[in-house]
């Protein structure tokens, strides 16, 4: 049997970067059998009933019922874990569809690894409850051994920000009870003889880590699930989703059909994996992922290895999972497979394993054990998995196609995230909204114009998968699929030096270097397939000095910004916020409900407010800017009767906004019509002392305190432009934003620049706002907010109408919280001593970062 030191030896004399159409499909349901190195290594698999020339053939495991609740569709780890947790809320008639056979798809070659330490808190719960899930809950339930296994998982820094990246994770950890311990390298070698550590800075090690079986995980869940009321259906193919329009043109799921005949349901969960963007396509709903070929291969017999944790060395891109007596290795390449034409022929099956894309993996492994560089392989595993732009999980509902969620692309983390995420869903299902902050994997995070687009959800998807080993950096940006989105102003910034960031496909101001013009090239791969990475990239030269805990080169550039807003005055280049008007007959009773405090007051004022769910957590904060009607339409006052309202909401969760409101104005029958106007306006904001007499000589108003008072707003002439002007402030300063129409955004920018020459007036970036903001306490959602925090708990209570009697979404969730008493509040920290010399030796020495949450909480409300 080959060594991994002999494919090393054979990968490294093939030419590189082999195309991907010259691979070869070996499928593992032919007549003929599974070859013998093909077969994933479990004890179990629920492929063996699947065999056959006449698996094909055979019709659904049980008649099809004629209704059901929830349809379920994929039965893969996340299928059967949403179908599991819908049955324990008590869904009665939940139905999943499986094409083949359970883990017919991914889920059976997976390698069933469950880390548990991730940089989110949401996450480490998500984590969490999968492992209670298979490691407790169902073998209690059922009887049945799910296959888990706790040998521990080790997590390897070969370099000092690796190390201080992982003393993060340990004190994530702590914090929600993930037993975790940083080891020196002896201490490594002691736990783990076989490693080599001479390399090392340290070690996390997680002992209750481990691994999970996927066909006998998969099979408990189903048998949990049907005695609870839930049918599983396999050998049934979905052939298409039944849409219906309401009275009120809403597009909703109304059956599900399939070879076998159709099922009326309201709602569908696409659990479908890799073939999810096909059922997709069948409702007009579009899913962005792509396929990847994802392999791994297993050693013959290491003496000495049993009982070893799991192994993730992220600066090697590798990991060794535990395999009994052997270990199975694998990773993240940089040049990985796509699979162009996803065949939905393909069940039980796997590729042919392409040695010249999997080197990378065996050298990192011999490197980290060396024994394995003369271990006999028995047997190679690539197959297909489904990742996104982000490297999160696809989730929530469609807003294409009310009643249709998507449950999927989970970056081969399906196992590991399905029991959290599960849970999750099937609680999103059934009341709007899931129960903990899963604004990371909501697919409403992404534009239209962006799910649509395939270079960008390509580009994306390969720089998330070759990056995601990349240590975790505070101020880290893609440089896959940019400039979607720009303002008006890009080329100027871009002239000036500006340093952008990417948010959901807009690039915005991030900071000014000195040192001249820094462009966002088109995106090389890294050099993978054959391209020809850039040089003397300057974008990625200062992105790299960005690669630290500490404070970056450019801390100082960015200091002068804040300084200079503090001092005189800054302008931002916010034309990247959402902007909405609504407008229509049920424009105020909307407002009313939709916005926490009141927004209903006279034309001209502009209120700070909040959009709440229906458990009072914070679903946005944003301003309402109260119009006045007129006939006279133009971009920023459009023509309307009765009552309309313009809305200024965050770039980066505009779309989430929009979902919200337009699924708040669908559920209640609003008569009204949300109007996205974001491309059509730009937003500059000038902040800072001198604000005033900057723009009084480029506006025609009076901008003194009783003419233009705070939280109000006029429509103006600036430099012979129409722009709404707001007196606002989210820097803690005198300042205005201007509203303007698209064609007059240079030229009012460049007056507003030589007007402010005499005062001092600079360019700043969002990040000069996020310090700005930070210091006065201010809060942006989705840094400092989210939505599993209340106004009450953030202290945004002066947000919501409470001493009014008028109702509002999460008015008596809010009512509740407050006569049970708070039992967490968001507080701001100040940090006087960064010294760090009596620290103890676990705790890093990391100098501070501008954001961090922690959430304590306590049983006294009166604390």
Same mark, same amino acid.
């Given at each position: 049997m080959a060594s991994l030191n002999r494919a090393l030896l054979v990968a490294t004399a093939c030419p590189r970067w082999r195309p991907a159409q010259r691979l070869g499909l070996q499928a593992l349901a032919g007549a003929a059998g599974p070859k013998a190195e093909k077969n994933v290594p479990y004890q179990r698999t629920l492929k063996e009933e699947a065999q056959g020339p006449g698996a094909a053939s055979r019709g659904p495991s049980q008649p099809l019922p004629s209704t059901a609740s929830v349809v379920v569709i994929g039965g893969g780890s996340v299928g059967c874990q949403t179908l599991y947790h819908l049955a324990k809320l008590g869904v009665a008639g939940a139905v999943l569809l499986e094409r083949e056979r359970l883990t017919s798809g991914t889920t059976w070659h997976t390698a069933g690894l469950l880390?548990?330490?991730?940089?989110?808190?949401?996450?480490?719960?998500?984590?969490?409850?999968?492992?209670?899930v298979v490691s407790r809950d169902l073998e209690e339930e059922t009887g049945m051994h799910t296959g888990w296994i706790q040998n521990g998982g080790l997590f390897i820094a070969s370099s000092r920000q690796r190390l201080d990246e992982y003393k993060r994770l340990m004190s994530l950890g702590k914090a929600y009870?993930?037993?975790?311990?940083?080891?020196?390298?002896?201490e490594t070698k002691v736990l783990y003889p076989l490693m080599k550590v001479d390399d090392l800075y340290g070690t996390l090690y997680v002992p209750q880590d481990g691994t999970m079986d996927p066909a006998g995980t998969c099979s408990t869940l189903a048998r949990a699930a049907v005695a609870r009321g839930a049918r599983v259906i396999e050998n049934c193919t979905v052939t298409g989703i039944r849409v219906r329009t309401d009275d009120f043109g809403v597009r909703r799921v109304a059956a599900v059909e399939t070879e076998h005949g159709s099922i009326q349901t309201p709602c569908v969960v696409n659990c479908a994996g890799v073939w999810a963007g096909a059922v997709g396509r069948m409702a007009g709903v579009k899913v962005p992922l792509v396929a990847m070929h994802h392999a791994y291969v297993v050693t013959e017999r290491i003496?000495?290895?049993?009982?070893?944790?799991?192994?993730?060395?992220?600066?090697?891109?590798?990991?060794?999972?535990?395999?009994?007596?052997?270990?199975?290795?694998?990773?993240?390449?940089?040049?990985?497979?796509?699979?162009?034409?996803?065949?939905?022929?393909?069940?039980?099956?796997?590729?042919?394993?392409?040695w010249d894309v999997f080197t990378q993996h065996?050298?990192?492994?011999?490197?980290?054990?060396?024994?394995?560089?003369?271990?006999?392989?028995?047997?190679?595993?690539?197959?297909?998995?489904? $990742?996104?732009?982000?490297?999160?999980?696809?989730?929530?509902?469609?807003?294409?196609?009310?009643?249709?969620?998507?449950?999927?692309?989970?970056?081969?983390?399906?196992?590991?995230?399905?029991?959290?995420?599960?849970?999750?869903?099937?609680?999103?299902?059934?009341?709007?909204?899931?129960?903990?902050?899963?604004?990371?994997?909501?697919?409403?995070?992404f534009h239209p114009s962006l799910t649509a687009h395939q270079r960008w959800v390509r580009e994306r998807s390969h720089e998330s998968y070759a990056k995601n080993y990349a240590v975790v $950096?505070?101020?880290?940006?893609?440089?896959?699929?940019?400039?979607?989105?720009?303002?008006?102003?890009?080329?100027?910034?871009?002239?000036?030096?500006?340093? $952008?960031?990417?948010?959901?496909?807009?690039?915005?101001?991030?900071?000014?270097?000195?040192?001249?013009?820094?462009?966002?090239?088109?995106?090389?791969?890294y050099g993978a397939y054959r391209k020809r990475p850039h040089r003397d990239y300057a974008y990625a030269r200062l992105l790299a000095d960005e690669y630290t805990f500490s404070f970056p080169p450019q801390h100082h550039v960015i200091q002068k910004e804040c300084l200079a807003c503090r001092g005189a005055a800054a302008v931002f280049d916010m034309s990247y916020f959402g902007k909405f008007y609504l407008l229509g007959p049920d424009a105020r009773r909307a407002a009313d409900w939709l916005f926490s405090a009141n927004v209903s007051r006279p034309p001209g004022s502009t209120?700070?407010?909040?959009?709440?769910?229906?458990?009072?957590?914070?679903?946005?904060?944003?301003?309402?800017?109260?119009?006045?009607?007129?006939?006279?339409?133009?971009?920023?006052?459009?023509?309307?009767?009765?009552?309309?309202?313009?809305?200024?909401?965050?770039?980066?969760?505009?779309?989430?906004?929009?979902?919200?409101?337009?699924?708040?104005?669908?559920?209640?029958?609003?008569?009204?019509?949300?109007?996205?106007?974001?491309?059509?306006?730009?937003?500059?904001?000038?902040?800072?002392?001198?604000?005033?007499?900057?723009?009084?000589?480029?506006?025609?108003?009076?901008?003194?305190?009783?003419?233009?008072s705070f939280s109000t707003h006029q429509l %103006?002439?600036?430099?012979?432009?129409? %722009?709404?002007?707001?007196?606002?402030?989210?820097?803690?300063?005198?300042?205005?934003?201007?509203?303007?129409?698209?064609?007059?955004?240079?030229?009012?920018?460049?007056?507003?620049?030589?007007?402010?020459?005499?005062h001092g007036l600079v360019n700043a970036g969002y990040r000069a706002i996020d310090s700005l903001s930070i210091e006065k306490g201010y809060r942006h959602w989705h840094a400092e907010l989210r939505p599993d925090d209340s106004p009450l708990e953030a202290g945004l209570a002066f947000t919501c109408k409470l001493k009014s009697a008028e109702p509002f979404l999460g008015r008596e969730?809010?009512?509740?919280?407050?006569?049970?008493?708070?039992?967490?509040?968001?507080?701001?920290?100040?940090?006087?001593?960064?010294? $760090?010399?009596?620290?103890?030796?676990?705790?890093?020495?990391?100098?501070?970062?501008?954001?961090?949450?922690?959430? %304590?909480?306590?049983?006294?409300?009166?604390?």
């Open positions: 880390w548990q330490l991730r940089p989110s808190d949401v996450e480490v719960e998500l984590l969490a409850h999968t492992r209670r009870g993930v037993e975790s311990h940083v080891l020196s390298p002896a003496e000495g290895i049993q009982n070893m944790p799991n192994v993730r060395d992220h600066d090697a891109s590798v990991y060794l999972r535990l395999q009994g007596d052997a270990l199975s290795v694998g990773g993240y390449e940089a040049n990985p497979i796509f699979w162009e034409e996803v065949s939905d022929k393909f069940t039980f099956g796997l590729f042919d394993l392409d065996i050298e990192g492994a011999i490197n980290r054990v060396p024994v394995l560089e003369t271990t006999g392989i028995k047997s190679t595993v690539c197959g297909p998995e489904s $990742f996104t732009p982000d490297h999160k999980p696809l989730m929530g509902e469609a807003p294409e196609l009310r009643g249709f969620f998507l449950g999927c692309g989970f970056n081969s983390a399906g196992m590991m995230l399905g029991g959290g995420c599960g849970q999750e869903l099937a609680h999103w299902v059934m009341h709007g909204r899931p129960e903990k902050d899963m604004y990371s994997y909501d697919i409403r995070r $950096f505070p101020h880290d940006e893609p440089l896959a699929g940019r400039n979607m989105r720009r303002s008006l102003l890009h080329e100027e910034l871009l002239g000036q030096g500006c340093v $952008f960031q990417e948010r959901h496909g807009w690039e915005r101001p991030g900071w000014f270097s000195p040192q001249g013009p820094a462009p966002v090239l088109e995106y090389d791969y209120v700070y407010t909040c959009m709440l769910n229906h458990r009072g957590g914070t679903e946005s904060d944003l301003t309402v800017s109260r119009l006045a009607p007129g006939t006279q339409a133009c971009p920023v006052a459009p023509a309307f009767e009765g009552d309309g309202y313009y809305l200024a909401v965050g770039g980066g969760i505009a779309q989430h906004n929009w979902c919200h409101i337009t699924t708040v104005l669908q559920d209640q029958r609003f008569r009204c019509q949300l109007v996205d106007c974001s491309e059509d306006l730009g937003l500059i904001s000038i902040q800072g002392p001198a604000s005033r007499a900057i723009l009084q000589e480029v506006l025609d108003a009076d901008l003194s305190d009783a003419a233009f %103006v002439q600036a430099a012979g432009h129409l %722009v709404r002007a707001m007196r606002l402030s989210f820097v803690g300063e005198l300042g205005w934003e201007l509203h303007v129409p698209r064609a007059s955004c240079l030229p009012v920018y460049r007056a507003v620049m030589a007007a402010g020459a005499q969730a809010l009512e509740k919280q407050r006569a049970e008493g708070l039992r967490r509040r968001l507080v701001c920290l100040t940090v006087e001593d960064l010294s $760090f010399q009596n620290c103890d030796s676990e705790i890093s020495a990391v100098p501070i970062v501008e954001k961090c949450r922690y959430t %304590v909480t306590t049983d006294d409300p009166t604390q």
